[in-house]
T-cell receptor, first 114, second 112 residues
Framework: KAGVTQTPRYLIKTRGQQVTLSCSPI?????VSWYQQTPGQGLQFLFE???????NKGNFPGRFSGRQFSNSRSEMNVSTLELGDSALYLC?????????????FGPGTRLTVT | AQSVTQLDSHVSVSEGTPVLLRCNYS??????LFWYVQHPNKGLQLLLK??????LVKGINGFEAEFKKSETSFHLTKPSAHMSDAAEYFC??????????FGTGTRLTVIP
């Protein structure tokens, strides 16, 4: 069974631009979560989507948004990029949503903002 | 509030010696607990999980962890470290309304 895939793997953008990252979950998994990982802040939860609805949201500004499609694939968008948005963005999927916490992570997208 | 605390930000061991990575949890409910490993520039890989069955949980690559309710701990151990174990390890808890909480990570260095 294929794992979680994320595209692109690496991305370089300039301040003020916007970016869209994509995540394809494991087949049959309906929940997709996004995380930002930086050396200074560690792993921080962005949001979770389940059945095309955002169910949980972390403490990030509105520049960070996401959506989920009917096939459970998810996209994350960051608008008006700032230098501090440089990070590894990780996507994770899990089978159901209800009290099933076992997540499977993708390899991440490394975003560099210059 | 629910949380996990990884007691060491960095652990260094010699190859062939035991590994102990410490994690304490705080939860009003019986949590599900996980250990993940992250190698450089990679995603997180699930090592093992505790979901209120056996308190001693065996995972991949020779790792195991014991859930101790009296100590609110879920420490990760391995009898003999390999060079390939050098990585970042995360303790993760899940409880209640689909809430997951991550520890801050422990970087394991293995000295040849």
């Amino acid at each position: 069974k294929a794992g979680v895939t994320q595209t692109p793997r690496y991305l370089i953008k300039t301040r003020g631009q916007q970016v869209t990252l994509s995540c394809s979950p494991i087949s049959g998994h309906r929940s997709v979560s996004w995380y930002q990982q930086t050396p200074g802040q560690g792993l921080q939860f962005l949001f979770e989507y389940f059945s095309e609805t955002q169910r949980n949201k972390g403490n990030f500004p509105g520049r960070f948004s996401g959506r989920q499609f009917s096939n459970s694939r998810s996209e994350m968008n960051v608008s008006t990029l700032e230098l501090g948005d440089s990070a590894l963005y990780l996507c994770a999927s899990r089978r159901t949503g209800n009290n099933d916490y076992e997540q499977y992570f993708g390899p991440g997208t490394r975003l560099t903002v210059t | 509030a629910q949380s996990v605390t990884q007691l060491d930000s960095h652990v260094s061991v010699s190859e062939g010696t035991p590994v102990l990575l410490r994690c304490n949890y705080s939860s009003s409910y019986s949590p599900s607990l996980f250990w993940y490993v992250q190698h450089p520039n990679k995603g997180l890989q699930l090592l093992l999980k505790y979901t209120s069955a056996a308190t001693l949980v065996k995972g991949i690559n020779g790792f195991e962890a014991e859930f101790k309710k009296s100590e609110t701990s879920f420490h990760l151990t391995k009898p003999s470290a390999h060079m390939s174990d050098a990585a970042e390890y995360f303790c993760v808890g899940g409880t209640g309304a689909n809430n997951l909480f991550f520890g801050t990570g422990t970087r394991l260095t293995v000295i040849p």
